[in-house]
C-alpha cells in the first residue's frame, strides 16, 4: 500500500534524543535556570510565551561575544520595530569563525571546473582576515556595500566572512543571473566594492560572463574597486582598470586569524541584503541584522539541524538564493560544509550522492523537486553509495510529499531523520522545520522551530487547528528584517508583511497545523485556489497530479472571472513518448476527485513542453495567472528572474487566444 499523508516513518532511538543538542539545551535549563520542559513542545510553548526569556538564554547558552553589554533583551515588542539587545555590539563573522578546528576540514568543495579538494580551517581562517585586511586597506567601512556574483566556491565564503569581518554590508547574486537581473538588485544598494568571475561551467556548457562585467560596472557608478576570480578562462586579460585579480588582492603576507580585529558593530547593524525573487517587480532589498542572524544561525544549526564539530552539512544551492547563507552557517558549529557548484544531474542524477560519500555527509540537503527526479528516475543511493555516515536529511525550497519522505526510508537509509523545513528569505531561517527528539511522519513538516510563534489564521484573525489559514507569526524574532534598503518610511517592508493583520507577520504561505504540532505548507497564500469559498493550496494539487503515471510535471491556475465565475485550468508536461489522450485526462480526473474532493478538479487540462519556474526552483504561479488576466508579460514577471524563460511564451500565447475564457472551459 502507497504511504499516506501522517503515516508514522520514524521514532528518534532512545540514546539519539539523549544526546539531540536541543536535549542538551533543556538539561543546561534546567540546571542553570531552574526551568524543567518534559519534551520539546512544552520547550517550544516557553520559548514563545516568554520570548525574552527564551533569546536571554539562547544568548546565555552559546556565550554570544560583545564588546559592550546589552541593555536589555528587548525593548520594543511591537512589529515592526522590536529592538533586540540594545547596546550590544557584535560581530557576525566572529561567531562563524569561532568553532574552528585547527588541521581539519572546513569546506569540501566541487565543481564542473575543479575536482573535489578541501580547506581546512586553518586556511580559511587566514584567508578570511587576510582578505579582510585588504578591503580595509581599499577603504571599506562599516556600513559600505560589498557586492558579489562569485559562484559556490570557498572564495564565495571567504568574501561573505571578510566583508562582514570588518562590518561591510555584504550581498550576492549568482553568475547564472542576468545582467538586468543583478543590477535591479544591486542598483539598490549602491556597492563599493564588486567581487565578480569571468565565467562558469554548467551541464558541461561554458558561459562567459566578460561582457556582463562591462554592463554591470556602467550600471553600477558608485563601485569603485573590482575583485576579480578567472573561473573559465584561466589568465584573461585585466577586464576593466577598476580590476584587481583575485590572486593578486591576497599576495600580501598572511594575517592570522588570531591577531585580526573583527569590527564589532551594534546589533542591529545592517550583515547583508538579500533578495525576493523579483518575478513580479522589483525585487525587496531585504536587510538583516549582525546580531539577528547570528542568534538565529546558532539557534537553528544546534537545535534544529543538530550540528556539530563532527557533522558535515551539504544542501544543493547557488549563491543567489539565502540556503548558500545556511549553508556557510553550518561554520557555526564547527562543522564541515560542503559547497558544489554546476549542474547535479550531469553527468548522471547520482553526482550528489557520489559527494555526499566522497566528503562524509551528515546532513544531505536538496529541494524536493530535485528528490522528485531522482524518484521519478528510480535511483537508489544505498545500493551503490555508503551512507553510513548520513544521519540527516533537510528537504526546503518547496513542500515536500509523503511520497519524498518515504523514498528517502526506502532507497537511502531505515534510521533516517528527515526534515523538512520552511521559512524564507525574509528571515534566513525558518518558522517550521526540525526536531531531532520528534518522531517523522509521511509529509509533514515536524514542528514550531523554537521562539516562532506561528500560527494559521482564517481571515478574521482566528487562530485554526487542522484547517487551511494564512501563515502568521504573532511575536518579534531577530533576524525579521531590520528594514528594506532603501525603502523609505518602511513603506513596502509594511505592505509585504502586516496590511492584513496588524501588528503580526502574515508570511504569505498556506498553512495548516494539525493538533499534535505538525505543520503543513501548502503554497503561497497569494496563488491560492479558491473554488466556491473553498480555499485549495495548489501543493495539494500537485502531489495527486504528479504521481498519476504519465505525467512528469504539472501547474494548477484558478482564475476568477467577472459575475463571480472563474475558470481553473490544469496545465500538464506529459512524460517522454506520453500524450495528453483521454485516458491520461481521465485519471488526472479521477485521482483529483478521489485523493482530493470534486473541487480539486480542473476545468480543462492542457498540454504544455514545461512548467516556468524561479530560479531557486519555484513554480510561477502568480506570474501566470496575472498573464492569463490579461496583464502585460513584462509588467509581472523579469525573465531574467526564470530558470527557463522560454516556458512562459506558451501561456502569452494562450492568453492572447484564449481571452474568453469561459468559452474555454
Known sequence: MAVQEGDLLWTPRPDYVKQAQVTRFMDWLRQRKGLDFADYPTLWQWSVDCVEDFWGAVWEYFEVESSTP??????NRTMPGAEWFPGARVNFARHMLRKRRPGKVAIHHQSELRPLAATTWNDLCDQVATLAEALRDMGVRPGDRVASTLPNVPESVVAMLASTAIGAVWSSCSPDFGSRSILDRFQQIQPKVLFAVDGYRFGDKDFD???ELHTLLEGLPTVEQVIFLPELFGDPPRPTPKTRFWNEVMDRPRVSIEDFRFEDVPFAHPLWVLYSSGTTGLPKAITQSHGGITL????IM?????????????FYTTTGWMMFNIVVAGLCTGSAIVLYDGNPLIPEIEKLWQLAEATGVTMFGASPTFVGLMVKQEVRPARKYDVSRLKGVLLGGSPATPETFEWFYKEVKADLWVTSQSGGTDICSGFVGASPTLPVYAGEIQTRLLGADVHAFDDAGQPLIDAVGELVVCKPMPSMPIYFWGDMENRRYMESYFDVYPGKWRHGDFFKLNRRGGCFILGRSDSTLNRAGVRIGTAEIYRIVENVAGVQDSLIINLDLPGGRFFMPLFV??????????????RVCEALKTQGSPRHVPDKIYAIEAVPYTLTGKKLEVPVRKILLGQPAEKVVSRDAMANPGALDYFIRFAEESADYSRAG
Open 209 to 211: 560572463r566578460r561582457g
Open 302 to 314: 544546534t537545535f534544529h539541524m543538530n550540528l556539530d564539530p563532527e557533522s558535515v552539512l551539504f
Open 573 to 586: 508536461v506529459p512524460k517522454p513518448g506520453q500524450a495528453l489522450d483521454a485516458d491520461l485526462q481521465r
Open 296 to 299: 538565529e544561525f546558532l539557534k
Open 70 to 75: 546589552y541593555e536589555c533583551v528587548l525593548r
